[in-house]
């Protein structure tokens, strides 16, 4: 009887497992370069032939607390800040904990300015793109020399 009742609970287990999978990708896995993690949606960018994972910031709350607060970054992550229309985005670096590489794109999705290595320290300074900005994108301080990048570097984003 203990062996028929412990080969019930195995075979139970791996049933629940496996409806469980299924669920589980759908729930973190929405497209190709779109996905979940936790409360933050992340997708996949393509900077200088190089992947990036980005957090998407797309709403007015989502923009203004930005990285505020995050005690770090990967070298192949960020934010990427997403405008409706294109606008004259502005930054500062209030309640940072690192330096950041800021990067502001046009609506040809090319760089069309960037300031490097901005201090936390600089709060409460604010950096303004020129001209109309689609894309913001923070990264890790040193990303744009990492990555070679200078004006004209094209951006590939989908999903958004």
Known sequence: M?????NAFIISILWVLLLLLPITFLWFKHSESYYVFGTK???TVKLANTT??????NTENERQHGLSNSPSLPNNGGMIFVFREPNLACFWMKDMRFNLD???FNTNNQLMYYKANLSPKSYP????SNEAANYVVELKSGSIQRLGLKIGSSITVQNL
Do not use: G, K, P
Request: charged share 5%.
């Open 41 to 43: 949606a992340i997708t």
């Open 125 to 128: 300074h604010s950096y303004c």
């Open 102 to 104: 800021i990067l502001w």
């Open 52 to 57: 990036l994972n980005l957090i998407i910031a």
């Open 2 to 6: 203990t062996v028929l009742v412990r």
